[in-house]
């Protein structure tokens, strides 16, 4: 008795005994025993950052518009010159007086009876009929003049008026000589030693591979007429690429354009000159394709631009809608003068 009273006072003195550690159980091998690891992004105040939680993941990217594009520029490079941002464009239109592309009084089998081997070279004559070219630059869409009135401030930006006057300048010396080239070269009379002074070119080094497949040429640098729209222009070249005849226009480039929807307007021009050829009684055959072709002064490969009848017929629907436009605008100007 009295050795059970001594056990019980020993263990009233003693201090209290702690419980023992729970212990978890686990399935996984892999936890049983280890201590769990802490979620550092549990340690994150999220009160604090909840504004900044939500702005980022409420956050939508949208595509850049005209207007946005002018605010990143000023932010850039500061104002430069006021205009007001261009307003979208109509809706899609049907040009009021149709006229096909293609002549039926002419015959689309060339006729070798007639056809000369020397190609055409008829002169552009001065006139007020107006030129594919003044056509196309006065009916530019809002969003062309945006785009180019912005590429025209930034290299002002960085050349500086005079600058860029030398540098569009040279831009359209390299387009004539690589014209003037390209003439000697598709010649039938071409001289062999202006031939081979012409291949040091970059940019006829750029076109060697088309050049392999055009045969058979029927105007070089020759004026068209379309005696129905009264439209005049100056094209560069009427041959066969691939045995089909086209209306060959041929473009230097500093940027690679490996898309037709690249060249901007070049296909409206085609097209034009598509158009005019047959219905130009000083053109004895027909055109139904066209061809683009940019060059590139660094000699690299030139990017052609294929436009078959049904693409020539898609482009020259949009070019009677631009000649359309162009006719209204200067009907108005004159009733106001």
């Not at 600058?163 to 690589?178: D, H, P, R």
């Not at 105007?219 to 691939?242: F, I, N, P, R």
């Not at 030139?302 to 020539?312: N, S």
């Given at each position: 008795m009295k050795a059970v009273q001594t056990i019980c006072r020993q263990l009233r003195n003693s201090k209290a005994v702690e419980p023992a550690p729970r212990v978890g159980f686990s399935t996984s091998s892999?936890?049983?025993?280890?201590?769990?690891?802490?979620?550092?992004?549990?340690?994150?105040?999220?009160?604090?950052?909840?504004?900044?939680?939500?702005?980022?993941?409420?956050?939508?990217?949208?595509?850049?518009?005209?207007?946005?594009?002018?605010?990143?520029?000023?932010?850039?490079?500061?104002?430069?010159?006021k205009g007001k941002p261009p307003k979208q464009d109509k809706e899609a239109r049907i040009t009021e007086n149709w006229f096909p592309l293609l002549n039926p009084e002419k015959s689309l089998k060339p006729n070798a009876t007639n056809d000369a081997t020397v190609p055409l070279k008829i002169p552009l004559q001065r006139n007020k009929i107006p030129s594919v070219t003044r056509v196309l630059q006065q009916t530019?869409?809002?969003?062309?003049?945006?785009?180019?009135?912005?590429?025209?401030?930034?290299?002002?930006?960085?050349?500086?008026?005079?600058?860029?006057?030398?540098?569009?300048?040279?831009?359209?010396?390299?387009?004539?000589?690589?014209?003037?080239?390209?003439?000697?070269?598709?010649?039938?009379?071409?001289?062999?030693?202006?031939?081979?002074?012409?291949?040091?070119?970059?940019?006829?080094?750029?076109?060697?591979?088309?050049?392999?497949?055009?045969?058979?040429?029927?105007?070089?640098?020759?004026?068209?007429?379309?005696?129905?729209?009264?439209?005049?222009?100056?094209?560069?070249?009427?041959?066969?690429?691939?045995?089909?005849?086209?209306?060959?226009?041929?473009?230097?480039?500093?940027?690679?354009?490996?898309?037709?929807?690249?060249?901007?307007?070049?296909?409206?021009?085609v097209v034009a000159y598509v158009g005019a050829i047959n219905n130009d009684a000083n053109y004895s055959f027909q055109v139904q394709c066209g061809l683009i072709v940019v060059a590139y002064k660094d000699g690299s490969p030139a990017h052609p631009h294929f436009m078959d009848i049904e693409l020539c017929s898609q482009y020259w629907a949009k070019w009677l809608l631009r000649l359309e436009e162009y006719t209204k605008k200067e009907k108005k100007q004159n009733i106001q003068s």
């Amino acid at each position: 008795m009295k050795a059970v009273q001594t056990i019980c006072r020993q263990l009233r003195n003693s201090k209290a005994v702690e419980p023992a550690p729970r212990v978890g159980f686990s399935t996984s091998s892999y936890s049983c025993g280890r201590k769990k690891k802490m979620n550092p992004y549990e340690e994150v105040d999220q009160g604090k950052y909840s504004d900044l939680v939500q702005s980022v993941l409420s956050f939508r990217g949208h595509a850049q518009t005209p207007e946005s594009l002018f605010e990143e520029d000023t932010l850039l490079y500061g104002p430069v010159s006021k205009g007001k941002p261009p307003k979208q464009d109509k809706e899609a239109r049907i040009t009021e007086n149709w006229f096909p592309l293609l002549n039926p009084e002419k015959s689309l089998k060339p006729n070798a009876t007639n056809d000369a081997t020397v190609p055409l070279k008829i002169p552009l004559q001065r006139n007020k009929i107006p030129s594919v070219t003044r056509v196309l630059q006065q009916t530019m869409t809002s969003e062309q003049i945006f785009y180019l009135e912005r590429w025209r401030r930034r290299m002002i930006l960085e050349l500086g008026e005079d600058g860029f006057a030398e540098y569009t300048s040279n831009i359209f010396l390299q387009g004539k000589q690589f014209h003037e080239a390209l003439e000697s070269i598709l010649s039938p009379q071409e001289n062999v030693k202006e031939r081979d002074e012409n291949l040091t070119s970059g940019y006829i080094e750029s076109i060697q591979h088309i050049l392999k497949d055009v045969s058979g040429v029927r105007a070089l640098e020759s004026a068209v007429q379309h005696e129905t729209l009264k439209y005049v222009g100056l094209l560069d070249c009427v041959a066969e690429y691939q045995d089909k005849l086209c209306v060959i226009d041929w473009k230097t480039s500093e940027k690679p354009k490996p898309l037709i929807r690249n060249t901007f307007d070049n296909p409206l021009q085609v097209v034009a000159y598509v158009g005019a050829i047959n219905n130009d009684a000083n053109y004895s055959f027909q055109v139904q394709c066209g061809l683009i072709v940019v060059a590139y002064k660094d000699g690299s490969p030139a990017h052609p631009h294929f436009m078959d009848i049904e693409l020539c017929s898609q482009y020259w629907a949009k070019w009677l809608l631009r000649l359309e436009e162009y006719t209204k605008k200067e009907k108005k100007q004159n009733i106001q003068s």
